[in-house]
Structure formats: structure tokens, C-alpha cells
Nanobody, 126 residues
Framework: QVQLVESGGGSVQAGGSLRLSCAAR????????MGWFRQAPGKEREFVAA?????GSGYYADSVKGRFTVSRDNAVYLQMNSLKPEDTAVYYC??????????????????????WGKGTLVSVSS
């Protein structure tokens, strides 16, 4: 069985920090780009951050630049600092074989992703 399992979500006050992790079970994803998406109630899923298969610097949505940092080994992580109420959402990790760059993961259709995690809730209060 292949699974992506997110962890690290929770409830924090504005300005706080959380670190999300997405662990792979059943196989490694060293040849996949990995990234994060989020979905707030009543809104469409949106891209947050991604990192290419070789690692290095991440690519970020404008809304989180300077506050979030994505990193990886076989797992993918999202360090979230200076959290805002508008960051409240369920956060999902995903992996993408066809994504040759981190930026590509932000533009391809969602069905291009090979696997999705079940999500972890982040709730930021004012």
C-alpha cells in the first residue's frame, strides 16, 4: 500500500508557527516533486508550496512567501511561521512524477498528481 500521511496540524494563535510533515509509506518518492496544497471551507483547493525532486529552494504561492518554507528528504515538510487567520485550511501533501520543476506543480491539473495525503487541519485564530 502506498500512502502519504500528513501530521503536525493544530490550532494556534495568529503569529504562531507550525511544522507540517508528510511521510511516505510503501515506497520512496525521490524521483517525484513534492508539495503542499490547502483548502478552506467553501473555497477551492489552492497551491501553497513545492520542491523539485532534487531538492533545493522551494517555490511558493505569493500568499505565503517569506513565511513558509518547504524542504524534503523522502518526506516533505512545511515550516509555517507568522501564521494568519487566512491560513486556516486543511493542508494536503501531494507528489508528482511528471512535474520536472517545483513551479510546474503549481500549474498542472490536480489529476496529474500521483498521490494525495488525507490532509491535516491548521486552524489559526485571531
Amino acid at each position: 500500500q502506498v500512502q502519504l500521511v500528513e501530521s503536525g496540524g493544530g490550532s494556534v494563535q495568529a503569529g504562531g508557527s507550525l511544522r507540517l510533515s508528510c511521510a511516505a509509506r510503501g515506497r520512496t518518492f525521490s524521483n517525484y516533486a513534492m508539495g503542499w496544497f490547502r483548502q478552506a471551507p467553501g473555497k477551492e483547493r489552492e497551491f501553497v508550496a513545492a520542491i523539485r525532486r532534487s531538492g533545493g529552494s522551494g517555490y511558493y504561492a505569493d500568499s505565503v512567501k517569506g513565511r513558509f518554507t518547504v524542504s524534503r528528504d523522502n518526506a516533505v515538510y512545511l515550516q509555517m511561521n507568522s501564521l494568519k487567520p487566512e491560513d486556516t485550511a486543511v493542508y494536503y501533501c501531494a507528489v508528482c512524477w511528471k512535474c520536472t520543476t517545483a513551479q510546474t506543480m503549481a500549474t498542472v491539473e490536480y489529476n496529474v498528481m500521483d498521490y494525495w495525503g488525507k490532509g491535516t487541519l491548521v486552524s489559526v485564530s485571531s
